[in-house]
């Protein structure tokens, strides 16, 4: 877990998009990757299923060594590829492929036009997709009597600590996750309010997905 980010930013789930530019199609697609494997064969999927689209221009940056890549796939040099790639830095998010695909309506849209609408498209995409900020927590279960479930549970609320799942048994069992470098307050302060009869235990460690505030 060492080499692990404490966090970074990238999207929650794949999705597509469409608009139309002038009589030409744009479709974006919009998949989070963790490999350049991933990535690949992510556009390569994209590029069978369109094979009889104009262009289908991808970009996409991965944590995996800092690596960036973007193709114009046919499109004037800078006015494709670096505008999808633009919108995903402008985000500020990694492990994220976008593959922009184009359906020539006949009209030709000039370098802006093209910058403008492949910018767009990708954009619409990437928030479609739900950007969100991927947090390292440490996962802990408290296990406390009833009397303590309320008190701690609004403990809890009140410190905006995310609460996984709560389990009713003989006893209550909160399961909630700790961003890293977290733990000594969050040990503190539950062992203050329960006077030290709740019983805590670090279970997991784990990314855990905080959506961007609108």
Known sequence: MNNMKSEYKTVEKEVRTKFTEKKSVFI????????????????????????????????????????????????????????????????????????????????????????????????????????????LCNIYEITADYTLSGKIRHFLETENIIIDKTDYFENVIFTVCIPQGGDDKFIKSLTEITCGDGNFVKTDCRYIDVKEEE
């Open 28 to 135: 974006a697609t919009v998949r989070p990757v963790t490999t350049e494997a991933e990535a690949l064969e992510f556009v390569a999927e994209i590029k069978k299923e369109f094979s009889d689209a104009t262009h289908n221009v991808y970009a996409y940056v991965l944590q995996e060594n800092n690596l960036q890549r973007f193709t114009d796939d046919g499109e004037p040099s800078g006015t494709a590829g670096m505008p999808v790639l633009d919108a995903i830095r402008k985000r500020g998010l990694t492990d994220v492929a976008v593959v922009v695909t184009r359906y020539f309506g006949g009209t030709l849209l000039g370098t802006g036009g093209l910058v403008h609408a492949y910018g767009k498209s990708a954009s619409e995409g990437i928030t479609l997709a739900v950007p969100v900020t991927r947090k």
